[in-house]
């Protein structure tokens, strides 16, 4: 089932346990209390108000049954950081027994100080989330989803994520043993076209050409599979970041310079701004500069001859933020949330015959959420996009230092 509807439904089933709760607790006493005083006219309405509340009882009871169905997790904690109340699903994946979960601290239940400030974060702000693996002999992987109730307790939705996670590695791994496999083959195809274009001049045009077209096709499948292998190691976190002071302004410059070649090719003019308190971050500066080259590599490959793109740095008072602007064909409203994503690539005619692997962007997004930073785009169709990405600034001794 899609996971926004297990959720939907897990809330459903979370409002139908709070009623079930509520109902078990005061039903009874209330009733019997009224019963003493009844008054003989009083009899019938007080027949149909019992007949109701022990139909919404079954409904809330039913729903209950349905949450544990489809394996989502229920959990209400109290503002003192005691269970309330559990499902069955909840107890499972937290190897114990429903009826033992109510009036432990979260703490003794999920044995993980994680969930314990995932539910101050809720209780405190309205909402949290997180994900944690529990330690029994499953070991499963939650994604714990927590929110404060109007009456100040939090409710936790706990969904079983550790088969979606368990596929995802086996899918990084595969691609990762994949490219590893191609990259030496393709390596010496490329390098094979190279040497046989050398000689172009002595060979017939059509030989030549379809040489040279060996030659571009080769050099974008090395690339792809380099990209793919880089992703991979970001992504796995295999590629611990090498961290440094980095000057954010000397990066910007030094990653302009490094495109200088293909920006005249293309006869697109880069300005780097810079000006004034150049913010200095704790970062690995070659990964940085690769996510920098992605976005300014785009950039002047979707401009039009005679255009310019800026690269800005400017800091706030947390962040150093890095924005690439141009003034390029713009990203469509439906495809920008896509750009990001992993083989995304927009529409072909617009590169101006540069071709891409779509692994780019992602490349960019790994990197900097590596750095515990957020990366976006703001375009517009005809107008121009801007790529950018903020750092949060280390401290006070290196929040920002004045201009280079
Ligand atoms: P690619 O190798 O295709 O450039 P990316 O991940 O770098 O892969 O980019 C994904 C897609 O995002 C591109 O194919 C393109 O459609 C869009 N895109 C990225 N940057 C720009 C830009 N500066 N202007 C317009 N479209 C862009």
New binding site residues.
Partial sequence: MDPVALVALGSVGAAALLLAVGLQRGGAPRAARAGARAAPDAVQARARAAAAEERATAAARDVGVLVDLVGIGVVRVAEDLTVVTANETAARLLARSAAGLPGRSVMEAFTDHRLEEIVQAALRTGAAAGELTIRTTDAPTLLVRARRTPGGDAWLVLEDVSELRRLQRIRTEFIDNLAHELRTPLTTVSLLAETLALDAAQLPPRTAERIAKIEVETGHLVQMVNELLDLSKIESGSAALVLHDVDLARLANATVERLSLFAERQGVRLVVDAEGVVPRVRGDEERLGQALL?LLH??V??SPTGAEVLVRVAASEHEAVVAVV?H????PRA?LPR?FERF????RA?TRGVG???????IARHVVEAHGGRIWVESEEGIG?T?AFALPLTGPDLAATPGA
């Fill in positions: 992605n785009n950039a490959k979707f141009d390029g064909p713009g990203i495809a750009v995304y690539k927009g529409d617009r891409g692997t779509g692994l780019g962007l992602s996009s790529f």
